[in-house]
């Protein structure tokens, strides 16, 4: 007589089988990509404003520190003659007379402004002396660090009634001014947004 036995008591002998790990489905992985691109255009604009805002800062930053290092090798050398600082729009330079080259002491101190590490363009230079005469590119600075203008003989150089320098990188630009009374340069902090103007944010746009 056989023995019946019931396999529910010695249990199921055969290995249990591994699920192989499925992949993203099709929808799954539109999903993200159309998350990544939604990310990607919301913080693309962004990150280049950002990039913009740095450039122009650094170079008016610099060109501000190199106007107030001529005033005050100026007033230290406390000579008759003029110290003079020169702006070529054209070619998005700039350059101090009498001043060597860290680099190249053989050569005058001149600064190309699209190659530097926060490449910018440098959009213009005026400087309007007391009669109102506009020099597009030489501002010199005197003994008593104050700044002056003027294209000799036809314009005499006089004390400056105002001094500025535009550099802009894409949408963003800054101002370089030089004070009329002291003489000197100082970065123009750009106005603030109105309110009205102010793009909403991603989480303001979504609620």
């Given at each position: 007589m056989k023995a019946v036995v019931?396999?529910?008591l010695i249990g199921d002998?055969?290995?249990?089988?591994?699920?192989?790990?499925?992949?993203?489905?099709?929808?799954?992985?539109?999903?993200?990509?159309?998350?990544?691109?939604?990310?990607?255009?919301?913080?693309?604009p962004r990150y280049y404003r950002?990039?913009?805002?740095?450039?122009?800062?650094?170079?008016?930053?610099?060109?501000?520190a190199d106007l107030n290092?001529?005033?005050?090798?100026?007033?230290?050398a406390n000579k008759t003659a003029k110290e003079w600082v020169s702006f070529d729009a054209a070619a998005d330079t700039y350059g101090l007379y009498y001043d060597p080259d860290p680099?190249?002491?053989?050569?005058?101190?001149?600064?190309?402004?699209?190659e530097t590490a926060y490449p910018v363009d440098l959009i213009s230079a005026a400087f309007t002396n007391q009669y109102g005469f506009t020099h597009s590119t030489t501002v010199q600075i005197d003994r008593f660090g104050r700044a002056h203008s003027g294209w000799p003989p036809f314009f005499p150089v006089t004390p400056l009634a105002s001094g500025q320098i535009v550099v802009q990188a894409r949408n963003e630009q800054r101002t370089v001014v030089i004070s009329p009374i002291t003489?000197?340069?100082?970065?123009?902090?750009?106005?603030?947004?109105?309110p009205a103007d102010r793009r909403p944010s991603l989480g303001e746009a979504i609620r």
């Open positions: 019931d396999a529910r002998c055969r290995r249990p089988t591994r699920r192989l790990p499925q992949g993203f489905t099709f929808v799954e992985i539109v999903i993200v990509v159309l998350v990544l691109g939604i990310l990607a255009a919301t913080g693309a950002a990039q913009s805002r740095f450039r122009v800062e650094a170079a008016a930053r610099r060109i501000a290092h001529v005033r005050r090798r100026a007033y230290a680099d190249r002491p053989a050569d005058e101190y001149r600064v190309d402004l699209k003489g000197k340069a100082s970065v123009q902090c750009p106005p603030l947004p109105h």
